[in-house]
């Protein structure tokens, strides 16, 4: 994937600085503005089986990763993320976002999530390069804190790495967490890797038969799994991988190194299989090659199948 633009604001975006001056001036004076915000906002109308959410996700800065493909600080300018991630929730097809607690109570002051659907994220703690980084601890949202959000539910990143103990740890931490969410109805987004330390970094093991065992695992965390999704990389074999599981999945774009046009089409094969419920994309679609954000997320909300929205639009004409 090449370097993305980044020096200037997106297209259709204010450039000046002080743009989003008010929300500093919010926090220092009004800080109860963001709960406040999050009370009176319309929540999304509900999930339906038929209908596939695009959800767009913005929580990769808070585990130190701010690169996008060659650019290694292209999510660091907050003003220039919060412009992107502004321009994608303006499309009507984008359900919601998945950000950690910063990036959403920005959104809640901007007004920028009404009607959506909200995930919180919830473990940020195994920082992209930490020596620890397989302990990846929950510091991000709460269970609690999402229920007060009046969010519908928190993601977790479950990497498994056979060859450090931390796993283990990250593993039980996850199990509570789910157990946390579903006490309060709220979805469990659980998005399971199999890792390895190659070199001194950890590599996801993105082999069919690695993502099939990854959802193995991640099923059985928790003491119920009434309310688990699945939050899962575009594969080889994506059919070996959805008939692993019979839990709600949305598709993860990740940072790919191949072009918008071959990413498009493995999105679009992937989210005709039974049981995908969605895209949940992030630096893809805000960081695409072209610039171009409102197209790469038009484009992506081209690729969902909409039955149910398609036959309300319909019966209204």
Known sequence: ???????????????????YAHLTA????????VARAAKARRRHPGLKAGTQNFIVAADHPARGAV?????PTAMADRRDLLDRLQLALANPAVDGVLASPDIMDDLLLLGALEGKLVFGS??????AGLVNEM????????AAAL????ADGGKMLTRICLGDRDTVSTLEATAKAIDSLAERRLIAMVEPFLSVRENGKVRNDLSTDAVIKSVAIASGLGSTSAYTWMKLPVVADMERVMAATTMPTVLLGGDPDAGPDEVFASWGAALALPGVQG???GRTLLYPQDGDVAGAVA???????????????????
């Not at 229920?147 to 009046?150: D, E, F, N, P, V």
């Not at 992506?300 to 639009?313: G, I, K, M, P, V």
């Open 1 to 19: 994937m090449s370097a993305p633009t980044t020096g200037a604001a997106p297209a259709g975006t204010d450039a000046d600085p002080r743009r």
């Open 26 to 33: 919010l926090r220092l004076e009004d800080p109860d503005a």
């Open 67 to 71: 690169s996008v493909g060659a650019d």
């Open 122 to 127: 919830m473990n940020r703690g195994g920082l």
């Open 135 to 142: 302990d990846d601890r929950f510091t991000g949202h709460t």
């Open 147 to 150: 229920s007060a959000l009046g």
């Open 279 to 281: 895209l949940t994309v």
């Open 299 to 317: 484009t992506a909300a081209s690729l969902l199948n909409r039955t149910e929205l398609n036959r309300t639009a319909e019966g209204q004409e």
